[in-house]
């Protein structure tokens, strides 16, 4: 069986590793919001499991998909996967049409192993997410700046 024909089901899942950032509350809130990756909850194979998938492939085959802007649009082309950065935690790939290089994140790179809808919704679940925590924290935000001369206080009998 070649690796591309390889299904979802035949690759272990383990669940994502969650650890604390270093980073304070503040620096964490305004790296989150700016990073789709957090917002991943999906489970999905360690970096290491996927670079063996990737081993399985001929030396120039490509390994999945991955957006390349191009003609005034984003689209999903062919890449290479060459390695990994423990400290980025981005993929590096090679475009196979143009030879680009480039880091990208896990959102960011679809194995030919990976069902296109359901890594579609994978990206939209991770979207909806960070609307939510984006709309949570304007609202905090808002709250937070209101001036307490403008507020008036409960009625103790509700």
């Known amino acids: 069986m070649s690796p591309q024909s390889k299904s979802l089901k035949e690759i272990p899942i383990r669940s994502p590793a ?10 964490k809130s305004e790296e989150t919001m700016k990073s789709l990756h957090f917002f991943d909850l999906e489970p999905d194979q ?29 689209s999903w082309r062919p890449v290479k996967v060459l390695g990994y950065s423990n400290e980025t935690k981005r993929y590096q790939v090679e475009f196979q049409e143009t030879g680009i290089k480039k880091a990208v994140s896990r959102l960011a790179l ?33 709250v937070i700046r209101t001036n307490d001369l403008l507020l008036s206080p409960m009625d103790e009998k509700v």
């Open 18 to 27: 969650l650890s604390p950032k270093d980073s304070s509350p503040i620096e």
């Open 46 to 74: 360690s970096p290491e499991e996927w670079l063996k998938y990737c081993s399985e492939f001929e030396d120039k085959s490509p390994h999945g998909y991955s957006p390349m802007f191009k003609d005034n649009k984003y």
């Open 110 to 142: 679809r194995f030919f192993c990976e069902d296109p809808f359901l890594f579609q919704k994978r990206i939209e679940k991770a979207k909806l997410l960070k609307r939510k925590a984006d709309e949570e924290t304007r609202f905090s935000d808002y």
